[in-house]
């Protein structure tokens, strides 16, 4: 799978490259022209975009090929937009080596990648009030009781911790539950998990 690495920053190209070259392709690209050049083309997996050399409208018109934009100083509301615009990951760009090959490999597999708390921000940012009446656990899933108060805590943008603090379990149990749950319901990450139940509670 062949990633591009874009940044007009050499250090921050070099350092994205020592993280993923033993994993991935790549190419590396220092500034718009050459990206745009590459893309039109090559076949790339996913590029690694510095915020500092993209701006919104460059983001939309390259939706063809999967973006991750790194920030020097990141922002919640710029990672929405970026987002909206059609980016399938955020984060710092100094992000940790291992959190960085983790964030990569879900952006390749289809997926989108976002921090935890930015996870929370957004999951709480579509919440509505739950109706009492649509608690109970949905028997078209055969959710358990508990997996469905686990799913019911997701959905109001809880972490692990805060969940296990509330059932008065542990978090690796929650994380069990949330894998279970995650296969009865077909979804793949919190925020699916969370618009889903918010549909089934709506």
């Known amino acids: 799978m062949t990633i591009v690495v874009s940044s007009a920053n050499a250090s921050t190209r070099e350092r994205w ?22 893309i039109k083309h090559q076949e790339i997996g996913l590029i690694l975009l ?5 701006d919104m409208k460059l983001i939309s ?22 987002l909206r615009h059609g980016a399938v ?41 739950i109706d009492k009446k649509r608690t109970e656990t949905p028997p ?3 959710l358990s009781d508990r997996e469905w108060e686990v799913a019911l805590l997701v959905s109001k943008g809880n972490s692990n911790l805060e969940i296990a ?6 978090e ?10 995650f296969k009865k319901t077909n979804t793949e990450s919190r925020l699916q998990l969370a618009l889903y139940v918010k549909a089934l509670t709506a």
């Open 17 to 38: 490259k020592q993280i993923l070259q033993d994993d991935h392709q790549l190419l590396e690209v220092t500034n718009v022209a050459e990206l745009k050049n590459i």
């Open 89 to 129: 990951g955020y984060a710092n760009t100094y992000i940790s080596a291992v959190r960085l090959r983790e964030a990569v490999n879900i952006a390749i597999s289809g997926k989108v990648w976002v921090g935890q708390k930015l996870m929370q921000k957004i999951i709480r940012g579509s919440s509505h009030p």
């Open 165 to 170: 603090a509330e059932l008065n379990i542990s």
């Open 50 to 54: 510095h915020r500092s050399m993209v």
């Open 140 to 142: 078209e899933h055969r």
């Open 61 to 82: 018109s390259i939706t063809e090929s999967r973006c991750f934009v790194l920030s020097d100083i990141p922002d919640d509301n710029e990672a929405i937009m970026l």
């Open 172 to 181: 690796r149990t929650v994380k069990a539950h949330i894998s279970s749950i």
